[in-house]
T-cell receptor, first 116, second 116 residues
Framework: GAGVSQTPSNKVTEKGKYVELRCDPI?????LYWYRQSLGQGPEFLIY????????DSGLPNDRFFAVRPEGSVSTLKIQRTERGDSAVYLC??????????????FGPGTRLTVL | DQQVKQNSPSLSVQEGRISILNCDYT??????FLWYKKYPAEGPTFLIS?????DKNEDGRFTVFLNKSAKHLSLHIVPSQPGDSAVYFC???????????????FGQGTILTVHP
């Protein structure tokens, strides 16, 4: 389809393990966002990419979290030494352009991460 | 610090009646507001938005009202339909004079159930 896709849809891991979550944005969208939604809460901003560069990573909770977008398309969110508190739905969104315009953000279905 | 608040976790409405979902915010720098709708296992989808220079925006059955002095906005759905049953998120952007990249700050969400 032409929407934002995220893989895997579900990920169960053990405390202390490393995980990677993938986001395929809509083709041609230069802006890409990661959000995290904990149970009973709204999505919380993690990081924003404009092209290949992380223009704002102020929402990343700590240095165990890292994200890349090496070719300005697919993005990977990486979590090291996972903790039970990292359990949440991780949402990716893309939009045609970032700075200067309010563009609709198109969200993927999310990856549900469970840390046992 | 919850900058966008949706104080009603759930709302139940009869089909054909009006649904009113409320949202309050504390950050006076927010100047653009959006409502998103979310079905289970899907990402949020954009519904309607309003700029702070307006007090009302209408799109079909959906109307958003903004009261800047009270830092309050509401979403009205008339008439409500069973297919409207979903989680509704209020979100805000600090557009920073047109330089923002669209970072969304979400409320906690309200579960709307429309009964046939």
């Amino acid at each position: 389809g032409a929407g934002v896709s995220q893989t895997p849809s579900n990920k169960v891991t053990e405390k202390g393990k490393y995980v990677e979550l993938r986001c395929d944005p809509i083709s041609g969208h230069t802006a890409l966002y990661w959000y995290r939604q904990s149970l009973g809460q709204g999505p919380e901003f993690l990081i924003y990419f404009q092209g290949t560069g992380a223009a704002d990573d102020s929402g990343l909770p700590n240095d165990r979290f890292f994200a890349v977008r090496p070719e300005g398309s697919v993005s990977t969110l990486k979590i090291q030494r996972t903790e039970r508190g990292d359990s949440a739905v991780y949402l990716c969104a893309s939009s045609p352009q970032g700075y200067g315009l309010i563009n609709e953000q198109f969200f993927g279905p999310g990856t549900r991460l469970t840390v046992l | 610090d919850q900058q966008v608040k949706q104080n009603s976790p759930s709302l139940s409405v009869q089909e054909g009646r009006i649904s009113i979902l409320n949202c309050d915010y504390t950050n006076s720098m927010f100047d653009y507001f959006l409502w998103y709708k979310k079905y289970p296992a899907e990402g949020p989808t954009f519904l309607i938005s309003i700029s702070s220079i307006k007090d009302k925006n209408e799109d079909g059955r959906f109307t958003v009202f903004l009261n800047k002095s009270a830092k309050h906005l509401s979403l009205h759905i008339v008439p409500s339909q069973p297919g409207d049953s979903a989680v509704y998120f209020c979100a805000a952007i600090d557009n920073a004079g047109g330089t923002s990249y669209g970072k969304l700050t979400f409320g906690q969400g309200t579960i709307l159930t429309v009964h046939p």
